[in-house]
């Protein structure tokens, strides 16, 4: 091997080893979810929705150890699948533009008869391409269409007529393809597991070349054929047992032939780059609290063209600004997830987990795609202002407030410490809290107002708020008005007897209810109290259209509006709402339990509005102008909104999944086994659901496009008005228990929120008892376990899930397969690789007994990311605290497997590697240098237990340091420059993890 050190010069600059070389921990690598897509019609976009390494796979079907990074893939999930996941990959050469797509497919098929280019009649994958990314609203004769099903039976090579189709372009044969198929074509007497397509594609058929923009514009339709024949694409909701549509196309983006003003950027990385980023010298300070606070900078420039960096390196001293590699190497790291902005673009990220009272001294260096970090600021410079100093901690301060953690799919605390919600929604009227509202409220059972505040005992609200404190409830979710219970006995109303934020709501917003902010004032310092957390809607928009008599925006109730339809495109009911935000402001602002503002309960729902075309624009538009004043008073605290269409593709979810606007994903989840766990006429009704609501969290877990929470903040039976002997109360409780492990399991930031619904009216309304001890379960388990949630980015994982007998090794479970003649095994899981979770839950329907009786069940999980020591915690989710064990298992080939123990109804497992007992320990290497004139000859030791060895080099005057990974190589020649002095030094590292001390360091002098 002989090259330059002056080639590498600029590689990842680690740390300033003639003291100790003191290593820099890395952050995580972006997974392949992280990053926003855009789907802005212009040039004014923010992130790239994928990359294209560069290099020159084999194109054989297959993915080969190291031919393609999958730390670049990108992919979406299917919704009413269990074969649910399609992965992209990329990678470009001079000749050729190369795609990977992996596709999940039980059943493939490649039947159809017809024409040879008629390609969306079997399963198969259309690649539409933009080559100079004009983003028409049509394919344009410029564009490529290359389409061809899994057999190559059907092909085509196409070009765009500018009229919304397209027409031949030129021969196949110029396109290389190869398609892996794993299993059978054309055979339903066996599940299949999918197939990987590759395809070289020229770019002399591209436009003729590389595009000098640095990016390329495509989308892919995958054409799924479920059931053979000519492809039959028809809903039907009616189904239980199969997808709604069983034939379908999955579009990554766009809509193919309507034209690629909404294509997928690809940026094409560079093949070699030996230049830095620019550095980051503008940073700025805002919202500094006692444990976090807002950082701000340019997002900065790496290679003029089209550049992008990958990952931010975040570091921040107490001593001293860091102005030198020393006090870099010295200086400690802030991991995280964040996914840098094309250049030019403004970044605002949360570091929290600092010291209240604390002086802090930070610095910020982007990496690109080749490991080249941006230099340090120089001393002298701005380097100064990059300095805050974090105010105390006020009086009930406790951990802050709530963020999604920087690393992970999960919430934390401001202090950095992890946040599991468990959640409970509360209400004005509702029995719990009513005596804190004083104002008369119409009770139709008396029917009379009544002032609850003075008709209650003293401390009711106390005792109540007391008792969900108890039970591990944390986060309580609160309409500031509530329309819900207006009735058209009450002869009151519609000015009295309802719980109003502001009647009438005017665009002066002089009309407020001073008791209902004091309501919430009040609340959220009961909830202060007890440690729960308080999110707030601010406008009851799902009663605005039926209850419009009663609503404050009426102008026949002195508001300004005639039809609801006007709440999100009248200017002065806009002027109101941001009125109302301000209002509210000033009242949670103070509070350090304020959760979050959902800024619209399901903003995709008709309810409040008619669903004229174009509404989703309208509402989108609306929203985004809500949330930039809300944001201007308020940086402190996360927004959001909800979201309650469920119907597969979720078209409509493109603003809630694929944007960056909001702090995490919120879903209310009314699929409709959970709207009627009856509807289906199951024998019993507490499975579906939870298989139902695992299908909606993958869907929006794995389609989000960056690690932000998701979170569901309402399900239940709102389809049935009470229970009977079809649908009991003790069923409503094992559908509740089950939705709420397998919404965690499959990715969930956290417990779902159950609304009582009118079956629970009865109580108050609010949960039964059981379902409260259901919620002590899963608090219990979040505040024991063990599984680092903080840094998880969980993402659907259940096909990597078996369950196999000892005794004659047959195959009990992988998602749904028959378990001998137990009956059936439902597994629900997600996992990063190292870290993750897994429900198991006995399906009833077809089973009555233990789930694994006499056959000795044994699990296990495959497709880890490293093998080491794995700890093992088996939950029982029916009893309060109850670990049932913990284990230490050594995974064998990325293989965990170890013994169930008997369960009757439903079990959980998490599982992480050990770091801590799985490193390890190496001793250092040897080095040894030999000169002769400018050629050098350098050789070392290979630790045991080693797997390679990393290089650190430095001129004398240490202006950079670099490294380089050798391997497992032990030689090296070099030729350096004349009138150089050089330190070298080298650590072994493991695939463990594990890394070595520094081998003795070698000073070379160049005459």
């Known amino acids: 091997m002989r090259l330059s050190l002056q080639a590498y010069s600029k590689k990842i600059l680690t740390s300033f080893f003639p003291i100790l070389l003191l290593a820099i921990p890395s952050t995580l690598m972006a997974s392949a979810n992280n990053g926003y897509y855009h789907k802005s019609t212009s040039s004014d976009f923010s992130f790239y929705d994928a990359m294209a390494t560069y290099g020159t796979p084999t194109i054989d079907g297959q993915i080969e150890q190291g031919e393609w990074n999958t730390d670049y893939s990108r992919q979406i999930y299917k919704y009413d699948r269990d074969d649910n996941r399609i992965r992209y990959m990329f990678k470009y050469d001079t000749a050729n533009l190369y795609i990977l797509i992996e596709v999940d497919d039980d059943n493939i098929w490649d039947d159809s008869s017809g024409s040879a280019w008629q390609t969306n009649q079997d399963d198969g994958v259309e690649i539409y391409i933009d080559p100079d ?6 394919l344009t004769q410029n564009d490529r269409v290359v389409a061809f099903t899994v057999t190559g039976k059907n092909y085509r090579f196409d070009r765009g007529n500018n009229t919304g189709s397209t027409e031949y372009y030129g021969e196949f044969s110029g396109i290389r393809k190869a398609v892996g198929i794993k299993g059978t074509v054309n055979n339903l007497s066996d599940t299949d597991s999918g197939y990987i397509v590759e395809t070289a594609i020229p770019w002399q058929h591209l436009g003729g070349s590389v595009p000098v923009i640095g990016y390329i514009s495509l989308n892919i339709i995958v054409v799924e054929d479920d059931d053979g024949g000519p492809l039959t694409i028809q809903y039907d909701e009616t189904r239980w047992d199969e997808p709604f549509e069983i034939d379908r196309y999955f579009k990554w983006f766009g809509d193919g032939l309507t034209g690629p003003s909404n294509y997928a950027r690809v940026l094409l990385l560079p093949s070699s780059d030996t230049l830095t980023p620019s550095p980051v010298n503008d940073i700025t300070f805002s919202a500094i609290n006692p444990f976090s606070a807002l950082i701000s900078f340019t997002s900065p420039n790496d290679n003029p063209a089209a550049g992008q960096v990958v990952k931010y390196h975040i570091k921040y001293s107490k001593s001293g600004i860091i102005s030198t590699e020393e006090a870099w190497a010295s200086a400690t790291s802030f991991h995280n997830r964040f996914i840098p902005k094309i250049a030019g673009k403004k970044e ?91 104002m008369p409220l119409w009770d139709d059972t008396f029917k009379q107002l009544i002032n609850w505040n003075e008709s209650i005992e003293s401390g009711f609200a106390k005792k109540y708020i007391e008792s969900l404190s108890l039970k591990g409830i944390n986060l309580v979710r609160i309409f500031i008005e509530d329309l819900a219970f207006a009735h058209s006995n009450n002869p009151y109303a519609p000015d009295k007897g309802i ?146 269409i469920w119907q597969p593709q979720f078209e409509l979810k493109d603003f809630l999944l694929l944007g960056d606007y909001f702090d995490f994903v919120c879903i209310h989840n009314y699929t409709k086994s959970v709207k009627d766990p009856t509807a289906s006429g199951d024998s ?90 259901y919620q002590k379960n899963m608090a219990d388990f979040f505040g024991q376990t063990k599984i680092p949630f903080r840094n998880i980015n969980s993402l659907p994982f259940e096909r990597n899930i078996k369950v196999v007998s000892d005794k004659d090794g047959k195959i ?93 109804r439903d079990y959980f497992v998490g599982f992480s590697i050990d770091r801590t007992s799985t490193q390890t320990v190496l001793v250092p290497p040897i080095l040894s240098a030999v000169v002769s004139g400018i050629h050098m000859d350098m050789s070392w030791t290979m630790p045991d237990g080693a797997d390679g060895v990393t290089l650190y080099y430095a001129p004398s005057d240490l202006s950079y340091i670099g490294s380089l990974d050798m391997g497992n190589t032990t030689l090296l020649s070099l030729d350096l420059f004349s009138g150089f002095d050089y330190y070298v030094a080298l650590t072994a590292y493991a695939s463990t993890g594990s890394t070595s001390a520094y081998s003795n360091i070698e000073r070379i002098t160049i005459p």
């Open 133 to 138: 990314s004009s983003r028409d609203a049509f």
């Open 684 to 773: 019993v009704s507490s499975i579906r659901p939870a298989w139902d609501s695992k299908r909606m969290i993958q869907y929006v877990t794995g389609n989000s496009v960056d690690s932000r929470p998701v979170l569901d903040l309402e399900f239940g039976p709102i389809s049935l008005e009470e229970y009977s002997s079809e649908y009991t109360l003790e069923d409503d409780e094992d559908v509740f228990n089950n939705i709420i492990w397998a919404e965690f399991a499959s990715g969930a930031g956290g417990m779902g929120l159950r609304w009582p619904g009118k079956t629970l009216e009865y109580n108050g309304p609010r949960l039964s008892d059981n379902m409260l001890n």
């Open 348 to 438: 605002t990220l949360r570091i929290t987990g600092l010291d209240p009272k604390t002086t802090y001294h930070f610095s910020v260096r982007a990496e690109d795609s080749h490991g080249n970090l941006s230099p340090l600021v120089s001393p002298g410079s701005a380097q100064s202002n990059f300095s805050f100093t974090t105010p105390a901690s006020p009086s009930g301060y406790g951990k802050g407030k709530i963020y999604p953690s920087p690393s992970g799919r999960f919430f934390i605390h401001e202090d950095g410490t992890p946040f599991m919600p468990v959640t409970e929604p509360v209400g004005i009227t509702w029995l719990g809290i009513r005596d804190l509202y004083d």
């Open 499 to 644: 719980s109003y934020l502001e009647f009438p709501a005017t665009e002066s917003g002089e009309h407020y209810f001073q008791e209902t902010l004091s309501f919430l004032d009040d609340l959220l310092n009961l909830c202060a109290d007890y440690g729960i957390y308080v999110t707030i809607t601010p406008f009851d928009t799902y009663f605005y259209k039926d209850y419009w008599r009663y609503n404050p925006y009426n102008i026949q109730n002195g508001g300004m509006l005639s039809s609801s339809d006007q709440f999100v495109t009248d200017s002065r009911a806009i002027s109101s709402q941001k009125k109302r935000l301000k209002v509210l402001h000033d009242v949670v602002s103070k509070h350090h339990n304020f959760f979050g503002w959902e800024m619209m309960n399901e903003w995709d729902n008709h309810t409040f509005a008619s669903l004229d075309p174009g509404w989703e624009k309208v509402r989108i538009e609306w929203i985004k102008d809500l949330l930039g004043y809300l944001r201007s008073i308020d940086s402190d605290t996360m927004a959001f909104i909800s979201s309650v």
């Open 812 to 904: 009990l479970s992988g998602g749904d397969l028959k378990m001998l003649s137990e009956g059936y095994l439902k597994v629900f899981a997600s996992s990063n690789g190292e870290s993750g979770v897994v429900y198991l839950l006995n399906d009833k329907r077809l089973s009555s007994g233990n789930i694994t009786g006499n056959v000795d069940a044994t699990m296990q999980i495959s497709g880890l990311e490293n093998d080491g020591n794995y700890l093992i915690e088996l939950w029982n989710t029916r009893e309060q605290g109850e670990l049932i064990t913990s284990l230490s298992v050594e995974s064998e080939s990325k293989t965990l497997s170890f013994p169930l123990p008997d369960f009757d």
